[in-house]
């Protein structure tokens, strides 16, 4: 028998063990669940070529039954619509033939392929409205090192997607769950490598014949998966890296949702970015405070602002914990996927006009408005330049995001040169933002007339600052345009 190619619609949602105990308690799901026993072996060669080409191989018993799935990557932002291709097989050992992508992508190499690592899971299974949903409760084992797994995934049988959404509403109401953005197979990839730290900003993957709409699914749902990647460590280990990347994700997310406005209602827009600044500033005042503390000196005051942090720290996790941003990142989710802005006829010329022509115009209107922003930079007054500053990120983050459709040789030589003056006057606006800043921060701690202070509000430094930024900004003015 050959592997079955076929697409797979579900969400997945995060939750406590606690959490999954009192969600299948609670009877949202009807009738008696299917008990099932898995137990799955994923296989790559040594040097993790799958993984690095977007695909998992496992073999999964249920039971006496075994099937052998190969995934391709998804959206990964809490709706999957993947492809993967199935067939039963007799033991725990992989057949590959051509009826799967495995054998052109390998070659040779398909003798190597081995065990990497397991997933021993305990399934329960409703079929309930087209929705089949599981509840999983297992660990992820890769040599010495494991991870738990609990997690509900809605596969869509039959219907509209629409209905998983739903769903997720009603069991969030009974337990707290987060959209999911990590498979079974990437968690095991990730035991096989240094201990979790914070994620960075993922290079986007776009494709030059795209048009405009699906390129902001992809990198809206970039941004998602960025701080979703960030939240967990920021709430179980107060980790001040992860909550910068997480910050960092927000402003991007937010930062597409200005540079693809044409797209949809000025409403839907500035609600979204309301409740994302939201999040942001409640992340922002322990980040102000992870900042003031690295520049203080062992003594009276950094115990202030160590304290005040913690108190921060507070604030920011309870934030992450509120019903009100779980909701904003399932409603984003949800609005990426089938919200009613890719049906809207007004606007369809705009959706499909392609990623290229869009990503051209938008670069060109966005470096515009920093090149006139920043003439006689030394002039601004401190709130000018602030958003200046502004402008230059979100011209930074559209540089990121449209890289890939920008391919050619010279194309990439000259988006190097460009962003490398844009970082340099994104920094030297950065240090002034700082420096306006801290005067403010230090004040609201009740700090501002502490002795020990003086060297943070750093007032020598302001004209020294001010001339590199001038020089920062003439040399981004004279970069070549890759777009052109």
Not at 121 to 149: F, M, Y
Not at 441 to 470: F, I, Q, V, Y
């Amino acid at each position: 028998m050959t592997a079955v190619a076929n697409e797979e619609a579900e969400l997945k949602l995060e939750l406590a063990p606690d959490s999954a105990d009192q969600l299948e308690a609670s009877g949202l799901f009807a009738g008696e669940p299917d008990l099932i026993a898995q137990h799955a072996i994923y296989f790559d060669t040594p040097d993790h070529d799958l993984s690095k080409a977007g695909l998992s191989l496992r073999v999964r018993r249920d039971g006496s039954k075994r099937v052998q799935t190969v995934k391709a990557d998804g959206p990964s932002a809490g709706m999957f619509i993947r492809p993967e291709w199935e067939r039963p097989v007799p033991d725990d050992e992989p057949i590959i033939d051509h009826t799967t992508p495995i054998p052109a992508l390998l070659g040779d190499r398909i003798a190597s392929l081995a065990p990497v690592f397991t997933v021993d899971n305990e399934r329960r299974l409703w079929v309930q409205g087209g929705i089949e949903i599981t509840l999983d409760r297992g660990h992820v084992i890769a040599a010495e090192r494991e991870t738990p797994v609990c997690e509900v995934e809605l596969e869509l049988k039959e219907g509209s997607a629409a209905a998983l959404f739903a769903l997720a509403r009603q069991i969030d109401a009974i337990a707290p769950v987060r959209i999911g953005v990590s498979s079974k197979a990437e968690r095991g990839y990730r035991l096989l490598g240094p201990a979790p730290t914070a994620t960075k900003a993922p290079r986007v993957v776009l494709e030059t014949e795209m048009d405009a709409g699906k390129a902001f699914q992809a990198i809206a749902a970039a941004c998602l998966r960025h701080f979703r990647l960030n939240e967990p460590l920021v709430l179980d280990h107060r980790d001040g890296a992860a909550l910068h990347q997480s910050r960092v994700a927000i402003r991007r997310l937010r930062s597409a949702l200005t540079l693809f406005k044409t797209l949809f209602p000025d409403e839907t827009r500035r609600r979204f970015n309301g409740e994302l600044r939201w999040v942001a500033g409640e992340l922002g005042k322990a980040r102000d405070l992870d900042v003031l503390a690295d520049q203080a000196s062992e003594g009276p005051l950094l115990d202030r602002i160590r304290t005040a942090r913690d108190d921060a720290y507070l604030g920011a996790i309870a934030a992450l914990d509120s019903r009100r941003a779980r909701m904003l990142m399932l409603d984003l989710s949800e609005w990426l996927v089938i919200g009613d802005w890719l049906t809207d006829e007004d606007r369809r010329a705009l959706r499909e006009a392609t990623a290229r022509e869009f990503a051209a115009n938008a670069l060109e209107r966005f470096r515009r408005k920093v090149k006139k922003g920043g003439r006689r930079l030394e002039k601004l007054d401190d709130h000018a330049r602030h958003e200046v500053r502004k402008t230059a990120k979100k011209l930074r983050y559209a540089t990121d995001f449209f890289v890939a459709l920008f391919p050619e040789k010279r194309e990439r030589r000259r988006h190097k040169r460009f962003v490398s003056a844009l970082e340099e006057l994104q920094d030297r606006l950065g240090l002034l933002n700082d420096l306006v800043g801290a005067p403010e921060l230090l004040d609201n701690l009740g700090l501002a007339d502490a002795p020990e202070a003086s060297h943070l509000l750093g007032h020598d430094k302001k004209a020294d600052l001010l001339e590199a930024a001038a020089e920062a900004y003439e040399t981004f003015v004279d970069a070549k345009r890759f777009w052109r």
